[in-house]
Every structure is written in C-alpha cells, then in structure tokens.
C-alpha cells in the first residue's frame, strides 16, 4: 500500500512558476512509476507526467513539453513537477499517482494510487 500527499499549490500569475511535491508513504515506493495528472472544472482527469523507478525516462503531455520538469527522490520518497512558465490553461487541481506494474502509461486507470490532489490557479 502506498499513500500519497501533495502540496505546493496555490495562485499564481501566468508566465510564473511552481513546484508541486508530493510524498509517498508505504512500502517498496522506489519501484513504483509515478505519474502526475490534472483535471479543470468539467473536464476530464488528464496526464501531465510520468517518471520511472529509477528516474531515467520520464513522459510529458505535449501540452507541457519545454514548461514541466518531473522528478524523483527514491531516498526522501518525494517525486515533484516544477511547473514553469505557467499559462491560465494549467488551471485544475494536480494529483499525485503510483502504479504496481511497470512501464510509464498516460491513462489514468492504469494507476493505482492516488493523492488528494491540491489547486494551482494560474491568473491572465
């Protein structure tokens, strides 16, 4: 079982930046992928990044591509998304995700874990 805590939201102007953090707890953490997802108002849940265990390869949304940075500390069980140039379009609340099975994967069902997501509010 792995639980998982975001934080780092909060309200910013466009071209500005954030970091988002989130930290695992439970066993094994260091084998998990784990990915970031977004969902805005109305909208459906949608990915934003992923990271293997060993943090070698890494998957972005085209949408975030050159802006979005994802990370991973298997020692402090932390993985975070810096999130530069921000755009009012990045608006929603991010969640934190864990998959058991390997392989980086877009679709939100194929993760198993989530956290309880935190704002980012990107003001024009």
């Known amino acids: 079982q792995v639980q998982l805590v975001e934080s780092g939201g909060g309200l910013v102007q466009a071209g500005g930046s954030l970091r988002l953090s989130c930290a695992a707890s439970?066993?094994?953490?260091?084998?998990?992928?784990m990915g970031w997802f977004r969902q805005a108002p109305g909208k459906e849940r949608e990915f934003v990044a992923a990271?293997?265990?060993?943090?070698?390869?890494?998957d972005y949304a085209d949408s975030v591509k050159g802006r979005f940075t994802i990370s991973r500390d298997n020692a402090k069980n932390t993985v975070s998304l810096q999130m530069n140039s921000l755009k009012p379009e990045d608006t929603a609340i991010y969640y934190c995700?864990?998959?058991?099975?390997?392989?980086?994967?877009?679709?939100?069902?194929?993760?198993?874990?989530w956290g309880q997501g935190t704002q980012v509010t990107v003001s024009s």
């Open positions: 995700a864990a998959k058991r099975s390997l392989g980086l994967t877009t679709t939100p069902g194929t993760y198993n874990y």
């Open positions: 439970g066993r094994t953490f260091s084998n998990y992928p």
């Open positions: 990271i293997r265990w060993s943090g070698g390869r890494t």
